[in-house]
């Protein structure tokens, strides 16, 4: 039964190798899902003026308010954000963006600028040990957004194709494959 299906699809791929003008087409039908999906991207983050409006949680600090495999979406087009909002921060060297709660809000004699320390729901002590060395609090700077909505489970995906990098290589094999054909 597999046998038949990928000599099916290699039959398709010949006959499209020898129809020029089907392949230029399909090349650019997938040029263009590629492109939107850039576009739909790049317009999220102009609406949320967040650098990543969408990330996927990788560990269970968050547990029970946010699972692993959840993914949130953020907003940082609001400059206030508060005790016990849930946002997302990234530390100076560090590739990986990290979700949790506000737990103080420090405000600067100069009513201006504030500082923020946070704490994951499921840890016992707050997140000064994360920060960089000599770091107390975060600045509004560090924060990418604030979590406004959830999808469950859905980034579980992404976890598994991180975890296993030749998933990510089949899966990307097949879906090109079933695109050209």
Not at 172 to 180: A, K, Q
């Amino acid at each position: 039964m597999i046998k038949d299906i990928i000599d099916k699809q290699v039959f398709e791929l010949r006959k499209l190798w020898l129809n020029k003008r089907q392949l230029l087409f399909q090349v650019l039908n997938l040029a263009m899902i590629v492109f939107s999906a850039l576009m739909i991207w790049k317009g999220l983050m102009v609406v949320t003026k967040s650098e990543s409006p969408v990330v996927v949680v990788l560990s269970g600090s968050m547990e029970p308010a946010f699972q692993r495999g959840d993914i949130l979406f953020l907003d940082n087009s609001k400059h206030h954000v508060g005790v016990g909002d849930v946002v997302v921060f990234k530390i100076k060297d560090r590739d990986i963006p990290i979700v949790h709660r506000i737990l103080k809000v420090h405000t600067r004699p100069d009513n201006i600028t504030f500082e923020l320390l946070t704490k994951g729901d499921n840890n016992r002590v707050d997140d000064r040990g994360l920060y960089a060395p000599g770091q107390l609090w975060l600045r509004r700077e560090d924060i990418l957004g604030k979590a406004v909505g959830t999808l469950r489970y859905v980034g579980m995906v992404t976890i598994a194709l991180n975890d296993y990098p030749v998933l990510k290589y089949v899966l990307v094999g097949f879906m090109g494959l079933f695109v050209l054909t």
